[in-house]
């Protein structure tokens, strides 16, 4: 029969649930470290069995040490973890292990921090993992973090400003820009949409009598409307709507160096639950 003092702490180190400690203390005859190591190898076993799930929740993080910056998105399966204390310290003990080692690539990232996921995972009995991270570098960095890291924004300055800074941030996470100006656009970008609006402006019945002349200002005009509307300084400003980002820069004589915008599981496939399903799977 295990220790019930040394269950308490093996749930403390581990946060695995009673019985899989006191097996586990059983398995390993009382010895705290190798029941931790035991709970670990039964947790790499149950994160297997969830690889093909989908974690298309969790939390962007930001930390800033000087002049350099980390954002990060560690993803979890359902919005209830990523709300739980031990998701957000996982994520943020992933920010600082990150930033502090430098790492070059994702899958050195993943590497470095296996053991925090594998611990978590034993915790918190869901698929977690490292989906990205990105450094910013500069003498004038700022951030903003919206809904408890669901959007987060990381960017620098030209000029010191930590309140403009984080008024612009604010506006980048409610109007998600492509791009800083239309010069930062790739032309084959622009090309594209140029073809497109040429051959949008053939099948107009408005524009077929206009000028070759006028057509072409027109057609200018369109691709210009299109792109202002995924360019950061043609965007209004979010804590003065009747100004652009653009117009809040010149006033304070100031610069977007660079940005980077995470939102929690962009681009990835979101879980469907079917209750049906789920009551007669087990039932079976």
């Given at each position: 029969?295990?220790?019930?003092?040394?269950?308490?702490?093996?749930?403390?180190?581990?946060?695995?649930?009673?019985?899989?400690?006191?097996?586990?203390?059983?398995?390993?005859?009382?010895?705290?470290?190798?029941?931790?190591?035991?709970?670990?190898?039964?947790?790499?076993?149950?994160?297997?069995?969830?690889?093909?799930?989908?974690?298309?929740?969790?939390?962007?993080?930001?930390?800033?040490?000087?002049?350099?910056?980390?954002?990060?998105?560690?993803?979890?399966?359902?919005?209830?973890?990523?709300?739980?204390?031990?998701?957000?310290?996982?994520?943020?003990?992933?920010?600082?292990?990150?930033?502090?080692?430098?790492?070059?690539?994702?899958?050195?990232?993943?590497?470095?921090?296996?053991?925090?996921?594998?611990?978590?995972?034993?915790?918190?009995?869901?698929?977690?993992?490292?989906?990205?991270?990105?450094?910013?570098?500069?003498?004038?960095?700022?951030?903003?973090?919206?809904?408890?890291?669901?959007?987060?924004?990381?960017?620098?300055?030209?000029?010191?400003?930590?309140?403009?800074?984080?008024?612009?941030?604010?506006?980048?996470?409610?109007?998600?820009?492509?791009?800083?100006?239309?010069?930062?656009?790739?032309?084959?970008?622009?090309?594209?949409?140029?073809?497109?609006?040429?051959?949008?402006?053939?099948?107009?019945?408005?524009?077929?009598?206009?000028?070759?002349?006028?057509l072409?200002?027109?057609i200018?005009?369109?691709?210009?409307?299109?792109?202002?509307?995924?360019?950061?300084?043609?965007?209004?400003?979010?804590?003065?709507?009747?100004?652009?980002?653009?117009?809040?820069?010149?006033?304070?004589?100031?610069?977007?160096?660079k940005?980077?915008?995470?939102?929690v599981?962009?681009?990835?496939?979101?879980?469907?639950d079917?209750f049906?399903?789920?009551?007669?799977?087990?039932?079976?």
């Open positions: 029969m295990a220790n019930i003092a040394l269950i308490k702490v093996l749930r403390e180190r581990t946060g695995a649930g009673m019985m899989d400690c006191k097996r586990a203390l059983e398995e390993c005859h009382d010895d705290v470290d190798k029941a931790c190591d035991w709970l670990r190898e039964k947790g790499i076993a149950k994160a297997a069995k969830k690889a093909d799930r989908i974690a298309a929740e969790g939390l962007t993080c930001i930390k800033i040490n000087g002049n350099k910056g980390v954002i990060v998105e560690v993803n979890c399966e359902t919005d209830f973890v990523a709300k739980s204390d031990a998701f957000i310290e996982l994520v943020k003990e992933v920010t600082e292990n990150i930033i502090n080692n430098g790492y070059k690539t994702i899958e050195e990232a993943k590497a470095a921090t296996e053991s925090f996921f594998t611990d978590a995972t034993v915790k918190l009995g869901e698929k977690l993992s490292l989906r990205r991270f990105d450094y910013l570098e500069g003498e004038h960095l700022g951030s903003y973090t919206h809904n408890g890291g669901k959007i987060s924004v990381l960017i620098t300055l030209k000029e010191e400003n930590p309140a403009l800074a984080k008024g612009i941030a604010m506006s980048i996470v409610a109007n998600n820009p492509k791009y800083i100006t239309e010069k930062d656009i790739p032309s084959d970008v622009i090309e594209n949409e140029k073809k497109i609006q040429i051959e949008a402006a053939k099948n107009d019945e408005k524009l077929k009598n206009k000028p070759e002349q006028a072409v200002k027109i200018e005009g369109k691709v210009h409307k299109v792109f202002s509307e995924v360019t950061l300084v043609e965007q209004d400003y979010i804590l003065d709507p009747s100004k652009t980002v653009k117009q809040i820069l010149e006033e304070n004589k100031n610069e977007v160096i940005f980077v915008r995470y939102q599981g962009e681009g990835l496939e979101k879980r469907v079917n049906v399903e789920e009551v007669m799977a087990q039932a079976k």
